[in-house]
């Protein structure tokens, strides 16, 4: 018995480590998603997270997590992270301080950008930091955030949706159609309607348009970074062995996939594609390409829900023994295209899942072992293509400069008799492999002012620390033979942490009070402000089912600081009068007298559980059948309760609790004087005499009381 204790234990210890360590293999994946540069005008600039130094930005390039852009005056810039979009207006100083699966943040120090979210899971957050706030934006929706030149006043407007900002210790909704001014000492609570669209955002709104009604769309996921320019650059088709594929318009007659563009060193990707073509993001970032009747095609794969990021998805071939092209002392490397159903085993550290990831929502794959492939023993088959093995020499190819016309064009002969390498290049980086910078240019290249460097923002979640200079890991890039660069992980390039000021809840967090409560762990929040577009229900008329409110509030704080109160004059006819300690009075027995205004019921000192605050319909007031009358009783002097004993059984007792009673004589006015209800517009009935009552004594038009 003692061993079998010790072998479960064990084998519990074993099971134990092993989900420890796949949990943390999982953790250093890099993200799905990239910020990809779908649209540049003027002098844009672009700094790396691990270089400190400027450059001009390149279109397509994917930017990552600590990454800088720079617009200078008179010039736009574009982002897409997936189906959302961020745009930059003239001298902006933008940063990404952290993007993965599920978080995007942004530094934005000077200058406005407006940020469309087409689609916010519920464990998506966003959050645009400032030098006064930090703006969380809640659902999907049209956001645009100001920061002045000096970095002392930010503005946030929202054309439909809903944000928060957190300045000051506080925290303050925004709502659609509203504005919002926000400095160090705070937000403002002057909460003004949404000014005018200007040119800004009318070039926005035309943006927006023409991916709202784009046709691929159809295709793939609009979580799928660059498919919004396939539309105008090219074609869908039906294909017997690819399902649905995408053929480009107006290329060189000698082109091929991965051959008009460069190769970049893109942290912690390793080497990435960059394409020069306008739509030449998507198609070489995911899916695969095939050669079908004399042209190639891209096939996107089964549509996912979010296809994962990929750098290149392409074969290289090279080293040391690569011969083709006369490439100097370095020799020369290759590469041509996976086809479809063709495993991509990235060169850059990941775990077994995120293998499948890239492979299986890109590409119909099945049956396939893709955490155990062995690349040089595989038959590929854009390999046998002619034309599709593009090479240059390795100078080139570290240096980021352009590929294309001078590019080798290997023979397939060649090419079915090169080395495979793999799904990495065997080509040491340099400086140059990282800051991409525009040959034989001596203009300078804009930056932002010192001062908007250097601000320190208010966040409400911790960035991560920034990334390691290139130059301190160089070294342990090098390659000598035919094994493929292997990029640092990202916990290897983590440096030192940020500073920063903390303001409001970090969605990581517990609820923490604050000055204006607000539960910022909820992804998605509902919209607690009522909605403008629907009409409201008028007083006195029946209303739907709403969460109950508490009948203990103080009338000049809402309970609710996020919730603009709407007054209501229609009295809840579950409610129960206040408490009245005078003595009660008896009424007059005149035909004609009115009933009294306040109450005089005696206090109900113990109930057995809370009072119901559930909204009632008119058929809750409505009178309802009545019991048989029964004799009525002996009088008793204690049958009449005391203020301690709580109210008298005719006017509070369920029918679970004790029959139905006839009341007395005496008891009749009590009921009368009880305050008239406000759910209907009708006059309380005249008083029956006393005579009458006795007669009838159930025909009052009060109902029964619910708990």
Avoid at 3 to 20: N, Q
Avoid at 148 to 164: I, K, M, P, Y
Avoid at 516 to 540: D, K
Avoid at 603 to 631: I, L
Wanted: aromatic residues 6%; without cysteine; proline residues 11%.
């Amino acid at each position: 018995m003692r061993g079998t204790r010790v072998l479960i234990g064990t084998v519990a210890l074993l099971f134990s480590g092993l989900a420890t360590v796949h949990a943390q293999d999982q953790d250093q994946d890099p993200s799905a998603r990239v910020a990809r540069a779908s649209y540049l005008q003027g002098e844009v600039s672009f700094r790396p997270g691990n270089v400190d130094d400027w450059t001009s930005a390149t279109l397509n390039y994917p930017l990552t997590t600590g990454d800088h852009l720079w617009t200078d005056e008179n010039a736009r810039a574009e982002l897409h992270v997936g189906a959302n979009a961020i745009r930059l207006a003239p001298q902006t100083a933008f940063e990404i301080l952290d993007l993965d699966d599920n978080h995007l943040q942004i530094r934005l120090t000077q200058g406005s950008a407006l940020i469309r979210v087409r689609t916010l899971d519920a464990d998506d957050n966003i959050e645009i930091d400032t030098p006064t706030g930090a703006v969380t934006l809640m659902r999907d929706g049209t956001y645009r955030v100001d920061v002045s030149a000096d970095g002392a006043t930010s503005t946030v407007t929202t054309r439909n949706g809903d944000a928060e900002v957190a300045s000051n210790d506080e925290t303050v909704p925004v709502h659609p159609d509203e504005t919002i001014m926000f400095t160090q000492d705070g937000a403002s609570r002057d909460i003004r309607s949404a000014p005018p669209l200007d040119e800004y955002d009318t070039w926005a709104q035309a943006r927006d348009q023409a991916e709202d009604e784009s046709v691929s769309a159809q295709y793939v996921s609009r979580d799928m970074t660059g498919y919004e320019d396939l539309d105008r650059n090219g074609t869908w088709s039906d294909d017997a062995d690819y399902g649905h594929v995408w053929i480009p318009a107006h290329v060189a007659v000698d082109w091929a996939p991965y051959r008009y563009g460069r190769w970049a060193w893109v942290e912690p990707y390793g080497w990435t594609w960059i394409d020069d073509a306008p739509w030449g993001f998507a198609p070489f970032h995911y899916g695969r390409w095939a050669y079908v009747r004399n042209r190639w095609v891209w096939a996107p794969g089964v549509l996912r829900r979010r296809p994962v990021y990929a750098p290149a998805l392409v074969v290289f071939v090279g080293g040391n023994n690569f011969h083709g092209g006369n490439w100097g002392t370095r020799g020369g490397v290759g590469w041509f295209p996976l086809a479809p159903n063709e495993v991509y085993r990235p060169a850059y550290r990941v775990s077994d899942r995120y293998v499948r990831r890239v492979n299986v929502t890109n590409v119909h794959i099945t049956n396939i072992n893709v955490t155990n492939v062995n690349v040089t023993n595989i038959n590929y088959r854009n390999r046998n293509v002619t034309g599709a093995m593009t090479a240059v020499s390795q100078d080139q190819f570290a240096g980021s400069r352009r590929i294309g016309r001078g590019a080798t064009i290997v023979n397939v002969n060649d090419a079915r008799n090169v080395h495979i390498v793999g799904d990495g290049a065997p080509v040491t980086p340099t400086q140059q492999s990282v800051l991409i910078r525009r040959q034989n240019s001596t203009t300078p290249v804009s930056r932002p002012p010192e001062s908007a460097q250097n601000r320190q923002v208010v966040w409400k979640n911790t960035p991560p620390p920034r990334r390691t200079t290139f130059a301190s890991h160089a070294d342990q890039l090098t390659t000598t033979g035919d094994k493929p660069v292997v990029p640092p992980t990202i916990a290897q390039t983590r440096g030192a942490p940020r500073s920063g000021i903390t303001r409001g809840v970090s969605h990581t967090d517990g609820p923490t009070p604050v000055k204006a409560p607000v539960n910022n762990n909820a992804r998605p929040v509902p919209n607690t402000r009522p909605n403008i577009n629907v009409q409201r229900y008028p007083a006195g008329e029946a209303q739907p089912d709403r969460a109950p409110t508490p009948t203990k509030a103080n009338p000049g704080t809402p309970a609710n600081p996020n919730v603009r109160e709407v007054p209501n004059t229609r009295p809840s006819v579950n409610e129960r009068p206040a408490p009245n300690t005078q003595p009660i009075a008896q009424p007059s027995t005149q035909p004609n007298a009115q009933p009294r205004t306040q109450p005089v019921e005696t206090p109900r000192t113990a109930p057995a559980s809370p009072p119901n605050t559930r909204p009632v319909s008119h058929s809750d007031v409505q009178p309802t059948e009545r019991a048989a009358p029964q004799p009525p009783r002996s009088a008793q002097p204690e049958a009449r309760k005391s203020p301690e004993q709580g109210e008298n059984p005719r006017a509070n007792t369920t029918p679970r609790e004790t029959p139905r009673e006839t009341p007395r004589r005496e008891e009749a006015p009590k009921r009368e004087a009880a305050p008239p209800r406000q759910t209907e517009t009708r006059q309380a009935p005249e008083r029956r005499a006393p005579a009458e009552e006795k007669k009838q004594p159930d025909h009052d038009d009060k109902p029964p009381r619910r708990n």
